[in-house]
């Protein structure tokens, strides 16, 4: 889906890009790791405009390879 520009349900290219975003206290669309949500990875998210379906993926390869490192 991020990479095709396509949802995989129903073919719709009209997707949205919600990036991932820490808005305080641990919420937002984040993963926390380690003791403070500061250096929280953030997740960004694919929206199908058309059927809703969502997908999430972390677009940053530094977190990727802290969460590899924490799990
Ligand atoms: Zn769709």
Redesign the pocket.
């Known amino acids: 889906m991020k990479n095709t520009r396509l949802?995989p349900?129903?073919n719709?290219n009209k997707l949205l890009r919600i990036p991932g975003k820490h808005t305080g206290y641990g919420a937002g669309n984040i993963i926390i790791i380690g003791w403070s949500a500061l250096n929280a990875v953030k997740v960004t998210r694919f929206v199908?405009e058309?059927?809703g379906?969502s997908e999430e993926w972390i677009e940053n390869e530094e977190d990727i390879k802290r969460l590899k490192a924490k799990y």
Do not use: L
Request: glycine share 0%.
């Open positions: 949802c349900k129903c719709s199908c058309q059927c379906y």
